[in-house]
């Protein structure tokens, strides 16, 4: 069993569709009965920590992270004496382990927790590279250089998700030497400094000479980095709308194998605008989505933030026992339930009204972490008797100060574009009223959630708007004007978001956890104390949901989508996608379209971005 485990967890690295299985079977062999009080070991102890390790693996892929965070703890006290010091040396396989916890604290938004794990490692990976350089021992300066490197950088990111910039900066300053991609973020962080700074001018000795020092550093990661993030950020900041200064006919290494990667990669760079976390928290996202005049109820279903909104639920329910006569019907799961850093679909479950209140029958479950519940959109748009989500990929570029050596400090619009490219994802199974299910939850999800990396993904489809433009055509609906429905509820996020972010009686600060409230002047806004850099594009995956009756309903907004390929389909669309936003990018800063020429996909059609106004 142990072996097959292992097999499919290896599987689930390449093919997440796999680490559901894994997950059910790494279980049976680890707790094979929780009411056995044998201290029997299921496998030797040198395995266990392993075995722990491959099963948090295998749990981050299917999104359990807070689970995933226990079974890595697991791992690492197999590690400790009984008096909690260290059996012995760190080695690959434990950094990858803390590096994994670290990585589900981040993901769940647990950033200070995760930032302690990240610099935990680097700690003991700098003691690993001294010892192996006075020794000699090149294997060891390898892997631990790498990881030092890496949870350096992990550990400045977490700090910048929570606002702590002079952290950040102080840790890079300590270890930017080590690394030519820490010297770039080093250098990337003091143009967010500058730009915050009270000296509002470039003249300004000081100032000056803090940015040619980020130019410097910046410049000397983007000659040596394989990632083309630092060299962008140095050529726009040397002269905005006048780029004479690239001499080479390949700045930003487009034709490169593995370019594309390159630049997907760098839609989950630490320089975003922070304040995205209101749409990417679903608590936030509610809230910035229904106030203050609720102009998205037309396309954001019915939900409460509980237990927050516990009483408000209850009376609705209790409405609707009224209506029905039948306990059957009551009992229906009309109600999905949703983790504030759930993606992907993971972290969400479907419940019955009774289920719901249930979860808060005692005092102390009132005071648990807030959710978001929301009415089921239901009946559902069928295709071919399955439900179907849609990923609409957004490119979001924010407003602010630009630093420029030459022009000095320069403000410019946020902008706004919808991509007409996108996917369509089919749940696993064909959907049926859940009354003829039972309470077979895997069979209810596997016909709820349509999230490719979800449940048996290999039963899933994947499709592009073509196709589903295609199958609407055939059944007398206009595609057009259910695009347009689209358009228009993107367009009125992302205007409540940029008012938000530039109001000023939004003023918490900094805090990712902070808890929503309803407020028509945006209190539960979460403002960081830091700016984006606002020449880079940020690509977001806005999910949708259609009814029977063919309206879209706005389901979650993904900070951060998925953008490595899966398949050809997946390969086609991501790369247009990714192509057209740093087109759009380079038109934003000037910079002439022919350096990113080879960005440009073989089957590429054309420039499929369209801005919408912010007016």
Same mark, same amino acid.
């Given at each position: 069993?142990?072996?097959?485990?292992?097999?499919?967890?290896?599987?689930?690295?390449?093919?997440?569709?796999?680490?559901?299985?894994?997950?059910?079977?790494?279980?049976?062999?680890?707790?094979?009965?929780?009411?056995?009080?044998?201290?029997?070991?299921?496998?030797?102890?040198? +395995?266990?920590? +392993?075995?722990?390790?491959?099963?948090?693996?295998?749990?981050? *892929?299917?999104? *359990?992270?807070? /689970?995933?965070?226990?079974?890595?703890?697991?791992?690492?006290?197999?590690?400790?004496?009984?008096?909690?010091?260290?059996?012995?040396?760190?080695?690959?396989?434990?950094?990858?382990?803390?590096?994994?916890?670290?990585?589900?604290?981040? !993901?769940?938004?647990?950033?200070?927790?995760?930032?302690?794990?990240?610099?935990?490692?680097?700690?003991?990976?700098?003691?690993?590279?001294?010892?192996?350089?006075?020794?000699?021992?090149?294997?060891?300066?390898?892997?631990? @250089?790498?990881?030092?490197?890496?949870?350096?950088?992990?550990?400045?990111?977490?700090?910048?998700?929570?606002?702590?910039?002079?952290?950040?900066?102080?840790?890079?300053?300590? $270890?930017?030497?080590?690394?030519?991609?820490?010297?770039?973020?080093?250098?990337?962080?003091?143009?967010?400094?500058?730009?915050?700074?009270?000296?509002?001018?470039?003249?300004?000795? /000081? =100032? *000056?000479?803090?940015?040619? +020092?980020?130019?410097?550093?910046?410049?000397?990661?983007?000659?040596?980095?394989?990632?083309?993030?630092?060299?962008?950020?140095?050529?726009?900041?040397?002269?905005?709308?006048?780029?004479?200064?690239?001499?080479?006919?390949?700045?930003?290494? #487009? =034709?490169? /194998?593995?370019?594309?990667?390159?630049?997907?990669?760098?839609?989950?760079?630490?320089?975003?605008?922070?304040?995205?976390?209101?749409?990417?928290?679903?608590?936030?996202?509610?809230?910035?989505?229904?106030?203050?005049?609720?102009?998205?109820?037309?396309? %954001?279903?019915?939900?409460?933030?509980?237990?927050?909104?516990?009483?408000? $639920?209850?009376?609705?329910?209790?409405?609707?026992?009224?209506?029905?006569?039948? /306990?059957?019907?009551?009992?229906?799961?009309?109600?999905?339930?949703?983790? *504030?850093?759930?993606?992907?679909?993971?972290?969400?479950?479907?419940?019955?009204?009774?289920?719901?209140?249930?979860?808060?029958?005692?005092?102390?479950?009132?005071?648990?972490?807030?959710?978001?519940?929301?009415?089921?959109?239901?009946?559902?748009?069928?295709?071919?008797?399955?439900?179907?989500?849609?990923?609409?990929?957004?490119?979001? $570029?924010?407003?602010?100060?630009?630093?420029?050596?030459?022009?000095?400090?320069?403000?410019?619009?946020?902008?706004?574009?919808?991509?007409?490219?996108?996917?369509?994802?089919?749940?696993?199974?064909?959907?049926?009223?859940?009354?003829? =299910?039972?309470?077979?939850?895997?069979?209810?999800?596997?016909?709820?959630?349509?999230?490719?990396? !979800? @449940?048996?993904?290999?039963?899933?489809?994947?499709?592009?708007?073509?196709?589903?433009?295609?199958?609407?055509?055939?059944?007398?609906?206009?595609?057009?004007?259910? %695009?347009?429905?689209?358009?228009?509820?993107?367009?009125?996020?992302? =205007?409540?978001?940029?008012?938000?972010?530039?109001?000023?009686?939004?003023?918490?600060?900094?805090?990712?956890?902070?808890?929503?409230?309803?407020?028509?002047?945006?209190?539960?806004?979460?403002?960081?104390?830091?700016?984006?850099? #606002?020449?880079?594009?940020?690509?977001?995956?806005?999910?949708?949901?259609?009814?029977?009756?063919?309206?879209?309903?706005?389901?979650?907004?993904?900070?951060?989508?998925?953008?490595?390929?899966?398949?050809?389909?997946?390969?086609?669309?991501?790369?247009?996608?990714?192509?057209?936003? %740093?087109?759009?990018?380079?038109?934003?800063?000037?910079?002439?379209?022919?350096?990113?020429?080879?960005?440009?996909?073989?089957?590429?059609?054309?420039?499929?971005?369209?801005?919408?106004?912010?007016?």
């Amino acid at each position: 069993m142990a072996r097959r485990a292992i097999e499919l967890s290896n599987l689930a690295n390449v093919d997440p569709s796999f680490a559901e299985e894994a997950c059910k079977l790494w279980t049976s062999i680890l707790e094979p009965n929780c009411n056995n009080d044998s201290e029997e070991l299921p496998l030797p102890l040198g +395995a266990m920590p +392993a075995a722990h390790a491959l099963h948090a693996s295998t749990l981050v *892929r299917v999104g *359990r992270d807070k /689970e995933a965070i226990g079974k890595y703890r697991k791992s690492l006290a197999y590690l400790k004496d009984d008096n909690g010091s260290l059996l012995k040396p760190l080695t690959k396989d434990e950094v990858d382990t803390r590096m994994g916890l670290g990585k589900s604290l981040q !993901r769940i938004l647990r950033y200070r927790e995760a930032a302690d794990t990240f610099l935990d490692v680097a700690t003991r990976c700098a003691d690993i590279t001294d010892d192996a350089t006075s020794g000699g021992n090149k294997e060891a300066m390898g892997w631990a @250089g790498l990881a030092h490197s890496n949870s350096l950088q992990s550990a400045a990111l977490c700090y910048m998700r929570i606002g702590d910039i002079d952290s950040a900066v102080a840790i890079l300053e300590k $270890f930017q030497g080590h690394a030519f991609d820490l010297a770039g973020m080093l250098g990337a962080l003091l143009h967010i400094q500058i730009i915050h700074s009270t000296k509002k001018s470039l003249k300004d000795a /000081e =100032k *000056r000479h803090r940015f040619q +020092a980020a130019q410097e550093l910046l410049h000397d990661a983007s000659s040596t980095s394989a990632s083309p993030l630092y060299n962008w950020i140095y050529t726009t900041s040397q002269s905005i709308y006048h780029y004479d200064c690239l001499k080479s006919d390949d700045p930003f290494q #487009c =034709k490169k /194998e593995d370019a594309y990667l390159s630049f997907a990669k760098v839609n989950n760079s630490p320089f975003d605008d922070p304040d995205l976390i209101n749409l990417d928290d679903k608590i936030l996202l509610h809230s910035v989505v229904m106030e203050p005049h609720r102009d998205g109820k037309d396309f %954001w279903p019915r939900g409460y933030i509980l237990p927050q909104d516990l009483d408000l $639920f209850s009376v609705e329910c209790n409405a609707d026992e009224n209506d029905v006569s039948d /306990e059957k019907s009551r009992s229906r799961k009309k109600w999905i339930l949703k983790e *504030r850093s759930g993606y992907g679909s993971h972290g969400n479950s479907i419940a019955s009204a009774d289920e719901v209140l249930k979860m808060y029958d005692s005092t102390s479950n009132l005071t648990t972490e807030p959710i978001l519940c929301q009415k089921i959109v239901d009946p559902p748009m069928l295709i071919n008797s399955r439900k179907f989500s849609l990923r609409i990929y957004v490119i979001y $570029f924010p407003g602010g100060n630009m630093l420029s050596s030459e022009d000095g400090e320069k403000c410019i619009d946020a902008e706004i574009y919808v991509s007409t490219e996108g996917l369509v994802k089919y749940a696993s199974a064909s959907y049926v009223d859940d009354t003829g =299910k039972g309470n077979d939850d895997d069979a209810l999800n596997d016909q709820y959630m349509t999230n490719s990396g !979800r @449940g048996d993904g290999r039963s899933s489809q994947q499709h592009d708007l073509k196709q589903l433009q295609r199958e609407l055509e055939m059944s007398g609906i206009d595609y057009n004007n259910i %695009w347009d429905e689209i358009e228009t509820s993107i367009q009125i996020v992302m =205007k409540r978001f940029i008012y938000l972010r530039n109001s000023e009686c939004s003023t918490k600060v900094g805090n990712p956890l902070a808890d929503g409230s309803d407020s028509s002047c945006g209190e539960s806004f979460i403002h960081s104390t830091h700016a984006p850099i #606002c020449s880079i594009p940020k690509i977001m995956g806005f999910d949708y949901i259609f009814d029977s009756s063919m309206n879209p309903y706005l389901l979650e907004v993904n900070r951060f989508p998925g953008l490595e390929p899966r398949s050809s389909i997946d390969l086609d669309v991501k790369q247009s996608v990714v192509y057209n936003a %740093w087109v759009a990018a380079s038109d934003r800063m000037g910079i002439p379209k022919k350096y990113l020429q080879g960005l440009r996909p073989s089957k590429h059609k054309g420039f499929s971005l369209k801005r919408l106004s912010l007016k």
